[in-house]
């Protein structure tokens, strides 16, 4: 069954620099999504991205929060200056079509842990 | 202030019972209803969905009920397993690309 995979599982990163997750979503959607869960929370939305462009974002999807599809196959987001209260993990998601029963397929997630 | 985490509201059933989880959403407007399920450090797992237009969807010993009238969703696992041990998060999706997820709720399955 195709899913969404994410690199890295873990990243330990100092407050202040910069990380990088990544993702490769399904190979045929065309609609792709990060979410965060901090430890012990809900799952919350960041950033949906359709088009090479952002579609729409959450108050947490500030100007540290950056998203990118390099090539045809990768999604990446990019969280610079990291603070400690970035730590949480991050799931990728996708999505063929974007009308409502179109099913997003989650990644397994990148646990980020700012230190 | 220091943030809490959510304390999960917690289902125990015995093997073989049938579970409901229940989930009370926010939005009326929404139209698009899923329930994932959520193992321990793994992400979001698609069971079932339900459209606004149906009032019942049943799947593979799953069931999810919605009730727009009090804005109440519920699923039900039948002769619930082992491997249903996690937690289940509701979802609702209103024309916008985004879900939002409920709090969700532990399932805790004992032999």
């Known amino acids: 069954e195709p899913e969404v995979t994410q690199t890295p599982s873990h990243q330990v990163t100092q407050m202040g620099q910069e990380v990088i997750l990544r993702c490769v979503p399904i190979?045929?959607?065309?609609?792709f999504y990060w979410y965060r869960q901090i430890l012990g929370q809900k799952v919350e939305f960041l950033v949906s991205?359709?088009?090479?462009?952002?579609?729409?974002k959450s108050e947490i999807f500030d100007d540290q929060f950056s998203v990118e599809r390099p090539d045809g196959s990768n999604f990446t987001l990019k969280i610079r200056s990291t603070k400690l209260e970035d730590s949480a993990m991050y799931f990728c998601?996708?999505?063929?079509?974007?009308?409502?029963?179109?099913?997003?397929?989650f990644g397994e997630g990148s646990w980020l842990t700012v230190v | 202030g220091e943030s809490v985490g959510l304390h999960l509201p917690t289902l125990s059933v015995q093997e073989g019972d049938n579970s409901i989880i229940n989930c009370a959403y926010s939005?009326?407007?929404?139209?698009?209803f899923i329930w994932y399920k959520q193992e321990s450090g793994k992400g979001p797992q698609f069971i079932i969905d339900?459209?606004?237009?149906?009032d019942k969807r049943q799947g593979q010993r799953v069931t999810v009920l919605l009730n727009k009238t009090v804005k109440h969703l519920s699923l039900q696992i039948a002769a619930t397993q082992p491997g249903d041990s996690a937690v289940y998060f509701c979802?609702?999706?209103?024309?916008?690309?985004?879900?939002?997820f409920g709090t969700g709720t532990r399932l805790q399955v004992f032999p």
């Open positions: 339900i459209r606004s237009n149906m």
């Open positions: 939005n009326s407007a929404s139209d698009y």
């Open positions: 979802a609702e999706n209103k024309d916008t690309d985004k879900l939002i």
């Open positions: 998601a996708s999505r063929f079509g974007s009308s409502s029963g179109n099913t997003i397929y």
């Open positions: 190979s045929n959607h065309l609609y």
């Open positions: 991205f359709y088009n090479n462009e952002i579609s729409e």
